[in-house]
């Protein structure tokens, strides 16, 4: 008698899409603080441009001839870095390069489209605030800008831009700088 042998059938692994994937209760609190540090981002921007009276008097706003890099800057002169950051200080390629990060990066980080991007740069610009602020005075060495940092360098790696935000759509799905 002659045996017949069939092919075994392909295992199947499972595909995760945009409309299966389950969403874990940490995904949301990412989401949530992507949300929450980009609206800190964009405020900043915000009131700086417009001098809304909270950190910025109606006078000293970017509109109203204000240089929205001096008030911070200036105060470091007696820092460690404080001669290079007090240099820096009120140039108008400064201000344009902090507005338009604060600007891009809150945005980034609101949407959910760009979020490493923004998550790369606005650790960036955090460390430098950290840095001009050196020596500390409230802790030797952690203050808030460095906390900022990490929730950053978290979002980026929690992809947090696809819970509660536009970084599940395909264009985002398909160009990995938009992730």
């Known amino acids: 008698m002659a045996t017949t042998t069939y092919p075994r059938p392909a295992t199947r692994i499972p595909v995760q899409t945009p409309a299966t994937t389950h969403r874990r209760p940490v995904d949301y609190v990412w989401a949530v603080a992507r949300i929450a540090l980009g609206w800190t981002f964009l405020w900043a921007f915000l009131d700086k441009t417009f001098g809304l009276g909270f950190a910025t008097a109606p006078e000293k706003a970017w509109l109203a001839g204000g240089t ?3 008030g ?3 105060g470091t002169e007696e820092n460690a870095l404080g ?14 390069l902090f507005m338009t990060g604060l600007l891009g990066i809150g945005l980034a980080l609101m949407l959910g ?5 923004a998550a790369v740069a606005g650790g ?5 605030m950290w ?4 020596p500390l005075t409230t802790n030797p060495f952690l203050d808030e800008h460095l906390v900022y940092a990490i929730v950053l360098a978290g979002l980026a790696m929690g992809n947090a831009g696809e819970t509660l935000g536009l ?3 395909a264009i985002v799905r398909r160009h990995p700088i938009l992730k």
């Open 68 to 70: 929205p890099t001096t």
């Open 72 to 74: 911070y800057l200036m």
């Open 83 to 96: 001669g290079f950051f007090t240099a820096l200080a009120g140039q108008a390629w400064v201000d344009w």
């Open 113 to 117: 489209v760009g979020t490493r991007v």
């Open 124 to 128: 960036l610009m955090m460390v430098l």
């Open 131 to 134: 840095a001009a602020a050196l």
């Open 167 to 169: 970084g599940r759509l």
